[in-house]
């Protein structure tokens, strides 16, 4: 079992900066890839980014594509999304999710995933 919980959400105004971090704990988070979604109000949760389990690879979505960035740090047993230029349509809640086959996109292949963190973006 690998419990997630993730921190560092809140209300920022438009073209502002978050920092998001997942910590883990239960197994290592060296073992598994990682993905970062969101699930804004009335829509569907959406892939953001997802990254392997060295670190060196990693995938975003179009829609933040050079304005958010996905690292980890293994040793932490933590995962990040630096978020910039921050859009109100960047709302959501932010969901980090464990997974044990590097498959970004797919959200049944992840296996844990954390509550979220609410992200509030003004205009």
């Known amino acids: 079992q690998v419990q997630l919980v993730e921190s560092g959400g809140g209300l920022v105004q438009a073209g502002g900066s978050l920092r998001l971090s997942c910590a883990a704990s239960?197994?290592?988070?060296?073992?598994?890839?990682m993905g970062w979604f969101r699930q804004g109000p009335g829509k569907e949760r959406e892939f953001v980014a997802a990254?392997?389990?060295?670190?060196?690879?990693?995938y975003y979505a179009d829609s933040v594509e050079g304005r958010f960035f996905i690292s980890r740090d293994n040793a932490k047993n933590t995962v990040y999304l630096q978020m910039n230029s921050l859009k109100p349509e960047d709302t959501a809640v932010y969901y980090c999710a464990a997974q044990t086959y590097y498959d970004p996109l797919t959200q049944f292949t992840y296996d844990y995933w954390g509550q979220g963190t609410q992200v509030t973006v003004s205009s």
């Open positions: 990254i392997t389990r060295s670190g060196l690879g990693a």
């Open positions: 239960g197994r290592t988070l060296g073992n598994y890839a």
